[in-house]
């Protein structure tokens, strides 16, 4: 039995809203100099979702897996000795390029 489109999309976006929300304080949004808002938060969590929602499941795990390692507290990050913005550029980039791939062929 295959899943129905809305609830894939609705169940992506949840798991990419929890994860930037839930150091909202001190998550990549505000790093970039923009207050913490609820509301952004999920205006960004619904771009990154339309964006990946008709990729691969590999790809939407990946993204979901660098967005809560990008908005970690900076503590819990640098014990393991990586920046947080390094998760950033790899988000950024797993988004990005799959699109620019297919627009290039």
Do not use: H
């Amino acid at each position: 039995m295959q899943m129905g489109r809305t609830p894939k999309f609705i169940l992506v976006f949840i798991i990419l809203l929890m994860t930037i929300a839930v150091n909202l304080p001190d998550n990549m949004i505000s790093r970039l100099g923009i207050g913490p808002n609820y509301l952004l938060a999920a205006l960004i969590a619904v771009v990154i979702t339309g964006l990946v929602y008709y990729r691969g499941l590999l790809l939407i795990v990946l993204v979901i897996l660098m967005s809560l390692a990008a908005n970690m507290p900076e503590t819990f990050a640098l014990n393991f000795g990586i920046d947080r913005d390094y998760f950033v550029a790899a988000l950024i980039a797993l988004v990005i390029i799959p699109i620019v791939a297919n627009w290039l062929e």
